[in-house]
């Protein structure tokens, strides 16, 4: 059971009124005390005006205000009890053998406040016949007020748990969303971890092979696409999200040098809605597909390759489809079951990004080969 023994409501939002003016608070509090008041005073005074009493306007609200704004001095020290001895937890009880105590000093305060302040306002025409001496007013307001004054010291108490609870709950809430993000991040960084090595190695492999075999003209274009390809990918290396466009842009690098490789042998299409090219979707989130469909699929068939992306608006979302004619799924292969990183990571960053507004799906095509969709929302980013 989660233990309270200290003060446990510290949050403090980052920046606001309350923190560039620490004063405006009390202020705040003042004016809340005095508008009670006002709404207190305001019925009596009517009920008195109808039954034909001439009770000034002015004493009879100067009263209810001062009255009720004589807890304002008071409301610090019961927040800092309710802070520093909290009714809840394993000492509760402990607390509440404080509290009534305290209670009963900060009504006794209060009731000689309001006490003053009728024999020094002496709002009702009346007064005359009534006592004036303080003490015997003041023992009767103690008596007549004490369950009163016990509403308004437990509703400050339940307000001051209210707001730090409140405070708490954003404070656990901002942190929820920083660890989503870095979590979200340290995924796409492990994508490029993983994308950089493997992709490197395999193409310097191939472009010495290509110097060997004297195909110097294809080398350096090779070269050249790499250059590229790690320039875009430095670009936007900070980017959670980058429009379709610019992942198309990367895709297409990718692709080029994967062509050089794979010679005549692959074959690339893409079907763009205009519509989606500024569509934001997560950053590579193309690439781990597309070598998965090179690897797994065209890699290990010996007929000619083809891959086709496509892109669409469907049902007011994102539809990202990635098809290739390579050698399909094994069967009953599924996803948590296989070892590819990539998709892993990518399905990850999906859930993080977009939680249930998302949707994965990777089967095998009735014609042959693999296909992958991908449904996020769309959103498009705003100029």
Same mark, same amino acid.
């Given at each position: 059971?989660?233990?309270?023994?200290?003060?446990?409501?510290?949050?403090?939002?980052?920046?606001?009124?309350?923190? !560039?003016?620490? %004063?405006?608070?009390?202020?705040?509090?003042?004016?809340?005390?005095?508008?009670? #008041? $006002?709404? =207190? &005073?305001?019925?009596?005074?009517?009920?008195?005006?109808?039954?034909?009493?001439?009770?000034?306007?002015?004493?009879?609200?100067?009263?209810?205000?001062?009255?009720?704004?004589?807890?304002?001095?008071?409301?610090?020290?019961?927040?800092?009890?309710?802070?520093?001895?909290?009714?809840?937890?394993?000492?509760?009880?402990?607390?509440?053998?404080?509290?009534?105590?305290?209670?009963?000093?900060?009504?006794?305060?209060?009731?000689?406040?309001?006490?003053?302040?009728?024999?020094?306002?002496?709002?009702?025409?009346?007064?005359?016949?009534?006592?004036?001496?303080?003490?015997?007013?003041?023992?009767? !307001?103690?008596? %007549?007020?004490?369950?009163?004054?016990?509403?308004?010291?437990?509703?400050?108490? #339940? $307000?001051? =748990? &209210?707001?730090?609870?409140?405070?708490?709950?954003?404070?656990?809430?901002?942190?929820?969303?920083?660890?989503?993000?870095?979590?979200?991040?340290?995924?796409?960084?492990?994508?490029?971890?993983?994308?950089?090595?493997?992709?490197?190695?395999?193409?310097?492999?191939?472009?010495?092979?290509?110097?060997?075999?004297?195909?110097?003209?294809?080398?350096?274009?090779?070269?050249?696409?790499?250059?590229?390809?790690?320039?875009?990918?430095?670009?936007?290396?900070?980017?959670?999200?980058?429009?379709?466009?610019?992942?198309?842009?990367?895709?297409?690098?990718?692709?080029?040098?994967?062509?050089?490789?794979?010679?005549?042998?692959?074959?690339?299409?893409?079907?763009?809605?205009?519509?989606?090219?500024?569509?934001?979707?997560?950053?590579?989130?193309?690439?781990?597909?597309?070598?998965?469909?090179?690897?797994?699929?065209?890699?290990?068939?010996?007929?000619?390759?083809?891959?086709?992306?496509?892109?669409?608006?469907?049902?007011?979302?994102?539809?990202?489809?990635?098809?290739?004619?390579?050698?399909?799924?094994?069967?009953?292969?599924?996803?948590?079951?296989?070892?590819?990183?990539?998709?892993?990571?990518?399905?990850?960053?999906?859930?993080?990004?977009?939680?249930?507004?998302?949707?994965?799906?990777?089967?095998?095509?009735?014609?042959?080969?693999?296909?992958?969709?991908?449904?996020?929302?769309?959103?498009?980013?705003?100029?």
């Amino acid at each position: 059971m989660e233990s309270f023994e200290s003060p446990i409501y510290t949050f403090e939002p980052q920046s606001g009124p309350f923190q !560039r003016f620490p %004063g405006l608070k009390w202020l705040v509090v003042v004016g809340v005390w005095a508008f009670i #008041g $006002v709404v =207190y &005073a305001a019925p009596i005074y009517m009920e008195m005006r109808s039954e034909g009493m001439g009770h000034s306007i002015v004493k009879v609200f100067a009263w209810g205000i001062i009255t009720w704004a004589a807890w304002a001095p008071l409301t610090p020290l019961m927040v800092l009890m309710a802070r520093r001895l909290p009714l809840v937890g394993s000492r509760w009880k402990q607390n509440l053998a404080i509290h009534i105590p305290a209670f009963l000093v900060f009504s006794a305060l209060h009731s000689a406040a309001a006490v003053a302040t009728v024999l020094t306002i002496r709002p009702w025409d009346n007064m005359e016949s009534s006592p004036t001496d303080f003490w015997t007013r003041f023992l009767s !307001r103690m008596k %007549g007020a004490f369950g009163a004054d016990l509403l308004v010291y437990g509703g400050v108490v #339940g $307000v001051c =748990y &209210a707001i730090d609870y409140y405070q708490k709950y954003r404070e656990r809430e901002f942190m929820a969303t920083q660890l989503e993000a870095q979590l979200a991040q340290a995924q796409l960084d492990s994508l490029r971890m993983q994308l950089h090595p493997h992709f490197l190695f395999n193409t310097l492999n191939g472009i010495v092979g290509l110097v060997r075999d004297h195909k110097n003209e294809t080398a350096v274009n090779m070269l050249v696409g790499l250059s590229d390809l790690l320039r875009h990918a430095l670009e936007h290396s900070d980017q959670q999200e980058v429009e379709l466009k610019e992942e198309l842009s990367f895709t297409k690098l990718y692709l080029n040098i994967q062509q050089m490789r794979f010679s005549d042998r692959l074959q690339i299409a893409f079907d763009i809605d205009p519509a989606t090219s500024r569509a934001l979707v997560p950053n590579l989130l193309l690439q781990p597909l597309l070598e998965n469909a090179l690897r797994h699929g065209i890699g290990r068939s010996a007929k000619e390759g083809s891959i086709r992306i496509t892109s669409k608006v469907e049902n007011g979302s994102l539809l990202i489809l990635v098809s290739d004619n390579g050698a399909g799924l094994p069967q009953n292969w599924q996803l948590k079951s296989g070892n590819g990183i990539g998709l892993a990571n990518t399905v990850a960053r999906l859930q993080q990004l977009y939680g249930e507004n998302h949707r994965f799906d990777i089967r095998n095509r009735d014609e042959g080969g693999v296909e992958v969709e991908v449904v996020m929302p769309l959103r498009l980013l705003e100029i």
